[in-house]
Nanobody, 117 residues
Framework: QVQLVESGGGLVQPGGSLRLSCAAS????????MGWYRQAPEKQRELVAT???????TYADSVKGRFTISRVNANNTVYLQMNSLKPEDTAVYYC???????????WGQGTQVTVSS
């Protein structure tokens, strides 16, 4: 069965860094796109960054230059390096993995990131 497990969230001061990881398992086909989304309290879930299996990346304007997404195709793992964190980055971060058969993707359970002094 498909499973996505995120880790690496926590509490960090403004200007600090965190690295999120997401391990995907149970997939029988290629994961075309892996991505990170986030949802802050009382806000809609929004895209943070995505990466294709060929390495093409996209970023939300709000995180460009601060966040870096990467992946290891061999073990279906995606990472999100977050630097220069701001209080407005506080949210639950979700991992998503999309295949040709399920373009909307599968979701992880989420990991909390809190940026506060």
């Amino acid at each position: 069965q498909v499973q996505l497990v995120e880790s690496g969230g926590g509490l960090v001061q403004p200007g600090g860094s965190l690295r999120l990881s997401c391990a995907a398992s149970g997939f029988r086909t290629v994961i075309n796109v892996m991505g990170w989304y986030r949802q802050a309290p009382e806000k809609q879930r929004e895209l943070v960054a995505t990466i294709t299996n060929g390495g093409t990346t996209t970023y939300a304007d709000s995180v460009k230059g601060r966040f870096t997404i990467s992946r290891v195709n061999a073990n279906n793992t995606v990472y999100l390096q977050m630097n220069s964190l701001k209080p407005e980055d506080t949210a639950v971060y979700y991992c998503n993995a999309a295949t040709a058969w399920r373009v909307s993707g599968y979701w992880g359970q989420g990991t909390q990131v809190t940026v506060s002094s």
